[in-house]
Nanobody
């Protein structure tokens, strides 16, 4: 079993910054992929950024240049640094991980989500 704990969400003014963190714990041999998704009111959930175990990153177009995803493999943690925030970034942000346990089985896990609100 794996548990994800997210933190860092909150209320920020346009142009401000937030840093989201997601820490995984439990039966983890390796986290192959870590990603951040978001879902704004009335919209479908979308991928914001993803990072592989090798450090390769991909970003949703609107996030590229403003957001940076990173991971600390020793701490089983993924972070999302969000700069130059815009009102349209307002959403519930959720961490998603693909975990290999000690038997070599891959499982996907979701965090509970953290609210990010960008408003003046």
């Amino acid at each position: 079993q794996v548990q994800l704990v997210e933190s860092g969400g909150g209320l920020v003014q346009p142009g401000g910054s937030l840093r989201l963190s997601c820490a995984a714990s439990g039966s983890i041999a390796n986290i192959e992929v870590m990603a951040w998704y978001r879902q704004a009111p009335g919209k479908q959930r979308e991928l914001v950024a993803i990072i592989t175990s090798g450090g390769t990153t991909r970003y949703q177009g609107a996030a590229r240049g403003r957001f940076t995803i990173s991971r600390d493999n020793a701490k089983n943690t993924v972070n999302l640094q969000m700069n130059s925030l815009k009102p349209e970034d307002t959403a519930v942000y959720s961490c998603n991980v693909a975990v290999a346990d000690f038997a070599g089985r891959l499982r996907g896990y979701w965090g509970q989500g953290t609210q990010v609100t960008v408003s003046s």
